[in-house]
């Protein structure tokens, strides 16, 4: 039996379910179908409301990982980052759900992996640089963008599945593939088409991951 964890960055606390809440319908659905003796945890990033990653938090886990004792005001968050550490590093596959804002991942993402991003547990310092602690992970990116940014003149504008593919990798994780609905919103003459796509190759990710 595998952990999957399914990692949620799409808000769509204030609106309708949108199309990246149907893919990732679609790959759970397909995923419990042919893989339903794993455990499938949800984290859904705008329900969680991480606090903000700052210099004080990074110096208490900082202290933490070094065996150092805390003082009362430092170890409830710290014990919150240790809990999404530990459930992240407890998982054998992974999935990031989400879309593209301003060019880049939603700020709760993105506050998400600077918890993860912790020196000694994820990777490590040396002479010739980081090198990574993560190892035997199997990766998927579900990913949403209204605009198309495959073409040449466009694709230096990703800062979103391109980020998660660096951090990840900074991470140690090689393993790591993609599902992404591109330019829906662009051309629209297309939108159906390239939605069932996308929705299509969500259920085939669920079946194979």
């Keep these: 039996m595998s952990r999957l964890l399914f990692i949620e960055a799409n808000d769509s606390t204030h609106q309708s379910k949108g199309i990246s809440s149907q893919m990732n319908e679609t790959f759970l659905s397909s995923y419990r179908t042919h893989h339903s ?14 606090p ?20 009362a005001e430092e170890s409830v968050p710290v014990e919150k980052l240790q809990d999404y550490l530990t459930g992240f590093l407890d998982s054998d596959k992974i999935v990031f759900s989400f ?26 310092y040396t002479s010739e640089g980081s090198v990574g ?7 998927l990116l579900l ?7 495959s073409t040449p003149d466009k694709v230096s504008s990703d ?9 990840l990798r ?17 051309y629209t003459d ?17 079946q194979r991951f």
């Design 37 to 50: 003796e794993d455990e499938i945890v949800v984290l859904n990033l705008f329900e969680e409301r991480l």
């Design 52 to 71: 903000f990653f700052d210099l004080k938090l990074a110096t208490s886990a900082a202290k933490l990982f070094r065996g150092e004792s805390l003082d």
């Design 99 to 124: 879309p593209m804002w301003n060019l880049t991942v939603p700020a709760p993402l993105h506050n998400y992996m600077d918890y993860l991003a912790q020196a000694g547990q994820t990777f490590r």
């Design 133 to 139: 602690l993560v190892t035997g992970k199997h990766v």
């Design 143 to 149: 990913h949403s963008r209204g605009g198309d940014y």
């Design 159 to 167: 800062h979103a599945v391109r980020y998660m593919i660096d951090i």
């Design 170 to 186: 900074f991470f140690g994780i090689d393993d790591v593939e993609s599902v992404i609905l591109e330019g829906h919103q662009q």
């Design 190 to 206: 297309r939108a159906d088409e390239l939605i069932k796509n996308a929705l299509s190759a969500c259920e085939k990710a669920g």
